[in-house]
Each structure stands twice: as C-alpha cells, then as structure tokens.
C-alpha cells in the first residue's frame, strides 16, 4: 500500500504534500531534517493532517 499525505507546520503556517509506504518514518524523516534539499527543511514541527491510502505507488502519483 501507498500513502498520498499532506503535512502541516504551525510554525511556518505552510502544508506541505508527499507520498510514502511509511508515513511514521517519513514524517521522522521531515521532522529530523533528513531530506536536506527538502521544502521541509524550513521547520521542525510537521504534522500529517490528512492522508489518503492508494493500492500502488503510480495510483499515489
């Protein structure tokens, strides 16, 4: 299974929208600074406010 989700950061006031087959990890990963060309970098306090589960990594995209 794949996820399609969308972050949110209070501190910024931004949403930010990926995709995964492991959003807990994934959202480490933004939160940790993990991706550093990332958007995400911009903040430390992304939470996932909406996600949508899809049965392949091309329905996701």
């Given at each position: 299974?794949?996820i399609?989700?969308?972050?949110y950061?209070?501190?910024?006031?931004?949403y930010?929208?990926?995709?995964?087959?492991?959003i807990?990890?994934?959202?480490?990963?933004?939160?940790?600074?993990?991706?550093?060309?990332?958007?995400?970098?911009?903040?430390?306090?992304?939470?996932?406010?909406?996600?949508?589960?899809?049965?392949?990594?091309?329905?996701?995209?």
């Open positions: 299974m794949h399609v989700y969308i972050l950061s209070e501190n910024v006031k931004k930010y929208v990926g995709e995964t087959d492991n807990e990890l994934r959202l480490s990963k933004h939160n940790n600074h993990f991706y550093q060309d990332s958007f995400t970098k911009i903040s430390a306090d992304w939470e996932v406010v909406l996600s949508f589960n899809c049965v392949s990594r091309e329905q996701a995209n």
